[in-house]
Each structure stands twice: as structure tokens, then as C-alpha cells.
């Protein structure tokens, strides 16, 4: 069983940065796209952004210019970047990842980011 391992959450003032970062436990194979989901309280899970194994990327509208996506194809993992937090960033966010020739789909297990003063 897949598992992805997430770290970097906490709790930040407003204006302030995280970085997230996700990766398997053990070997995966090929992964094609890979992402990061999040879920506040009473709202349903959506994309933040995304990333191919080429690099495309893909952001969710709120989060333009404030967030970058990045991954290590080499270590199979993804990075979150998140500068200019604010409170509506505050949620659970979740790694995402879809296999290359299987399409299977793997999630992590959450990690939260609180952005308070």
C-alpha cells in the first residue's frame, strides 16, 4: 500500500510563508501528475495546484501568485510554497499523487495549515 508521508504545516501569522513538502514512504514507480488539496472546516476538498512530470502547472485562482508548486521527479516528491498566507488559506491540505500508467490515485494523510494571528 502507497503511502505519502506530508510535512510543513503550522500555524502562521497573516503575511507569513510555508512550505509544504510530500513524499512516498517507499518505491512508487512513474508519477504523472502530482498536487496539493485542501479542506477547511464544512467546505469541500479543492485543487490548489498541481504539477506534470514536465513541469505544466496548474493554480487555483485564490492562490495565483502567492503559492508555487515544484516537485523532485528524482526523489518523487512535491513542494508547496506559500507565501502571503491569509486567513482564508487556513484548512487541511492534502498531497495528492497519479500514477503514470496505472492512473491509480494516492492521497496523504492532511496536514494542517492555520493562519492566525
Known amino acids: 500500500q502507497v503511502q505519502l508521508v506530508e510535512s510543513g504545516g503550522g500555524l502562521v501569522q497573516p503575511g507569513g510563508s510555508l512550505r509544504l513538502s510530500c513524499a512516498p514512504s517507499g518505491s512508487i514507480g512513474s508519477i504523472n501528475v502530482m498536487g496539493w488539496y485542501r479542506q477547511a472546516p464544512e467546505k469541500q476538498r479543492e485543487l490548489v495546484a498541481s504539477?506534470?512530470?514536465?513541469?505544466?502547472?496548474n493554480y487555483a485562482d485564490p492562490v495565483k501568485g502567492r503559492f508555487t508548486i515544484s516537485r523532485d521527479n528524482a526523489k518523487n516528491t512535491v513542494y508547496l510554497q506559500m507565501n502571503s498566507l491569509k486567513p482564508e488559506d487556513t484548512a487541511v491540505y492534502f498531497c495528492?499523487?497519479?500514477?503514470?500508467?496505472?492512473?491509480?490515485?494516492?492521497w496523504g494523510q492532511g496536514t494542517q495549515v492555520t493562519v492566525s494571528s
Open positions: 504539477i506534470t512530470r514536465m513541469g505544466t502547472t
Open positions: 495528492n499523487v497519479r500514477m503514470s500508467y496505472t492512473g491509480n490515485e494516492y
